[in-house]
């Protein structure tokens, strides 16, 4: 399969530039992966296709203001760096634009000396693994010097940031939102939970894994950067016991579904941490998730291949299409899909 077979044309406009508001006002393409239909709807009306005794998956990660602004020491030449992975308490695997000129040894200055970071190394993708250097607390220190790293295609700047959050994000270590869970309010959750539908959270620090480029063209020759993952225990026994009942398992986001896959190596969840870079495309077998709400994913993307798999390519690129013919607004702060 290659990865030409994931392309699909979007005009340039339909790129969703501002998040809508309320959340739960983006509108919902709901493709039927059985019947193929394809039904235009609200993103509030989400809960009439969730059925009492289903359980909701959330990814409660949350964002980092991980994108910094530096220079070099030497040239006083500007360099931008956005914190992929916390590998020690002080040391980040990054990207770093432009790349090329930090080399092991540079030193960056951020903030008019108030952080300065080392290059140590470079990594196999062609990151670069740095360590920072700065008095007090580092979240503090980020806090005021990082920007919310928002994808490129968003050209527009963001008036709040924790619109770039969910509603229910917690623990904080992410590169960028799990954007499905964007559409999601509290008066939403509290609608579908009161419907008897358990809500239940996983987490996985969104990082490169997520997000980088598929450069092979041959799909089953790219290899997933790792992203670390976390389930507990009273998230395993609510999934185990619903689908003992013969009740489904949605999933809000990839990022819910290559944590729910890698945590169920034999199709039965267990608890478990650490990293994954499962990579998911079509012939995959899915062992738990039923149902998956997820937003519009870019052409050639490791996104769209898992959604393809779930669904079927050419259903996949087919609902696409109606979006597209239909006006959706695309990507992070655009609509969301439902394949049931």
């Known amino acids: 399969m290659r990865v030409s077979d994931f392309e699909y044309n979007l005009p ?62 030497h040239t006083g030449a500007k360099i931008e760096v956005l914190l992929l992975k916390q590998i020690e308490e002080d040391s980040w695997e990054t990207l770093v634009k ?25 990594t196999s993708a062609g990151g670069r693994v740095i360590r920072f250097h700065y008095e007090g607390i580092f979240q503090e220190i980020l806090s005021r010097l990082g920007e919310m790293p928002l994808p490129p295609y968003i050209r527009e700047s963001l008036g ?14 992410s590169a960028a939102a799990p954007t499905a869970g964007l559409h999601f309010t509290p008066q939403l959750l ?38 670390y993952y976390r389930i507990d225990v009273p998230t395993v026994n609510s999934i185990n016991r619903a689908r003992e009942q013969g009740n489904k398992v949605f999933a809000v986001g990839t990022t819910v579904v290559r944590t729910l896959e890698t945590a169920a190596p034999k199709g039965k969840l267990v608890s478990s941490s650490g ?20 937003n519009f994913h870019l052409p050639r993307s490791t996104l769209l291949m898992l959604v393809s798999a779930f669904a079927g390519r050419e259903k996949v690129l087919a609902a696409y299409n109606h979006a597209v013919t239909k006006k959706y607004r695309f990507f992070s702060f655009g609509d969301a899909m439902l394949i049931v």
Do not use: C
């Not at 709040?160 to 270590?173: K, L, N, S, V």
């Open 190 to 227: 509290a609608r579908i939970k009161e419907k008897g539908i358990k809500v239940v959270s996983v987490l996985l620090h969104v990082g490169l894994g997520t997000f980088r480029p598929v450069s092979a063209e041959n799909v089953a020759e790219h290899h997933m950067h790792a992203e």
């Open 12 to 73: 340039e406009q339909l790129i969703a530039q501002h998040p809508v508001m309320p959340r739960d006002a983006s509108r919902l393409l709901v493709l039927d992966r059985h019947s193929d239909r394809v039904t235009d709807e609200h993103f509030s009306h989400i809960v009439d296709y969730l059925s009492p005794g289903d359980v909701l998956v959330v990814n409660d990660t949350r964002v980092i203001p991980a994108r910094l602004f530096g220079i070099r020491q």
């Open 275 to 294: 990293w994954t870079d499962i990579f998911i495309y079509p012939g995959y077998d899915f062992q738990i998730v039923d149902g998956l709400i997820t």
């Open 160 to 173: 709040d940031p924790e619109r770039y959050q969910t509603a229910y994000a917690r623990e904080e270590g």
């Open 98 to 122: 432009p790349g090329k000129k930090a080399r092991p040894g540079e030193v960056l200055i951020f903030g008019d000396g108030m952080m300065t970071g080392e290059v140590l190394d470079i």
